[in-house]
Structure formats: structure tokens, C-alpha cells
């Protein structure tokens, strides 16, 4: 079965700092990766995905993320946080094949101080 | 730009009572989701459909939830009685996450149900 690890609940950084939101995901093969924020009271939007090719990939909002195959990782990075970043981000991963079951993370809660 | 629809956003309701969320799908996707979201956790899968047909309802209580989407378009998602832990929000999502142009899910806004 598919699964996903934020280890992070929670983490604070200051306005312009840079940023990185660990997520592990197991599955048996090379998945699909999901990156998605939530802001309160809303829906999830995707900020990026990885299908195949380049492991390092550019998503909207200036966010990026890179595949490890040998760490089961994909992170999330941004280089200068904004305060409009502060939300909930989830890492998800989809199953290749079959009915594209897509499993969610718990996330990662990001405040940003100025 | 085509979005999925749910209603209703707010949902309060005693215990033991029957409640009904609806979402509308954004036109052409074939790949609907139910997903059940509580406070503080991320979003847990309750119903896959693939058209009108039922694809994944492993983690569905079947004892109380039901799902249909008849004619493979908008979907009905139904508790029946509600209980405390049922206080969530539920997401429908749609798409066909891993085909066509943008190959993602497109999620409506939610719906927040509180049981008293």
C-alpha cells in the first residue's frame, strides 16, 4: 500500500527566509508526487507534480521540489518565503497504473513571521 | 475557468440525523474523489468513481456512508445517522490525475460539517 510521511506538523520562519518541507512517500515502483497547499477554510491547489523525467521540478507561487529515488524524498523548497505563503502544504502520491489512487500526507503547517 | 462545485459549504446537524453533500465535477472528467478531511489531519480517501462505477471505497463505512454518481456526472455523498466523529470537512475532487494537459486534481472549496 501507498503511503506518505511529513514528519514536520508545524514549522515558523521568518519573512524572506528560505524554505524546505520534508516528505517520504512509500510505494513499490517510482510514483507520482504531488505537492498541494490549503488555505483555511479551502481547497487544496496543486503547487507542482512529478511524473518522470527531471527529479528537480518547478511548480507556481515560485516553488520547487526534488525527487530522490534513493531517499524516497520529495522536499519542498522556496529560496525567500512571503507572509502570503503561510498555509498547510500536503505531499501526496499517486499510484502509476490501475484507477490512480492518490494518497495524502497529514501536513505540514507553515506560519511565517515578518 | 471551469471549477468543481460543493454544496453546501456549512453543514450543522445533530447526531442521528441524515445529511447529504452534492458535488459537480468539472465537465469532462472522468475520475471523481470523496475525500474526508478532519480538523488538523490530511485528506483521507472515502470513494473513488470512474464514470458512474465505484472504483475504491475501502475506507467508505459502509454501515452509515453512501456514495452514487448515476449518470457519471455529479455525485451525492450521504451519511445516515451522523455521529460526533463525523465533524469534518469533505472534499470532492476531480480529473484524471495522471492523463491530460495538466494531469491533477481539481478540488472544490469543501464542505464543513459540525455535528452536535
Known amino acids: 500500500a501507498q503511503s506518505v510521511t511529513q514528519p514536520d506538523i508545524h514549522i515558523t520562519v521568518s519573512e524572506g527566509a528560505s524554505l524546505e518541507l520534508r516528505c517520504n512517500y512509500s510505494y513499490g515502483a517510482t510514483p507520482y508526487l504531488f505537492w498541494y497547499v490549503q488555505s483555511p477554510g479551502q481547497g487544496l491547489q496543486l503547487l507542482l507534480k512529478?511524473?518522470?523525467?527531471?527529479?528537480l521540478v518547478q511548480g507556481i507561487k515560485g516553488f520547487e521540489a526534488e525527487f530522490k529515488r534513493s531517499q524516497s524524498s520529495f522536499n519542498l523548497r522556496k529560496p525567500s518565503v512571503h507572509w502570503s505563503d503561510a498555509a498547510e502544504y500536503f505531499c501526496?502520491?499517486?499510484?502509476?497504473?490501475?484507477?490512480?489512487?492518490?494518497?495524502f500526507g497529514t501536513g505540514t503547517k507553515l506560519q511565517v513571521i515578518p | 475557468e471551469a471549477e468543481v462545485a460543493q454544496s453546501p459549504r456549512y453543514k450543522i446537524t445533530e447526531k442521528s440525523q441524515a445529511v447529504a453533500f452534492w458535488c459537480d465535477p468539472i465537465s469532462g472528467h472522468a475520475t471523481l474523489y470523496w475525500y474526508r478531511q478532519i480538523l488538523g489531519q490530511g485528506p483521507e480517501l472515502l470513494v473513488q468513481?470512474?464514470?458512474?462505477?465505484?472504483?475504491?471505497d475501502s475506507q467508505l463505512p459502509k454501515d452509515r456512508f453512501s456514495a452514487e454518481r448515476l449518470k457519471g456526472v455529479d455525485s451525492t455523498l450521504k451519511i445516515q445517522p451522523a455521529e460526533l466523529g463525523d465533524s469534518a470537512m469533505y472534499l470532492c475532487?476531480?480529473?484524471?490525475?495522471?492523463?491530460?494537459?495538466?494531469?491533477?486534481?481539481?478540488f472544490g472549496e469543501g464542505s464543513r460539517l459540525t455535528v452536535l
Open positions: 475532487a476531480s480529473g484524471s490525475p495522471f492523463s491530460g494537459a495538466t494531469g491533477e486534481l481539481f
Open positions: 501526496a502520491v499517486g499510484a502509476r497504473g490501475g484507477y490512480q489512487k492518490v494518497t
Open positions: 512529478y511524473f518522470s523525467g527531471d527529479t
Open positions: 468513481f470512474q464514470d458512474e462505477s465505484v472504483v475504491d
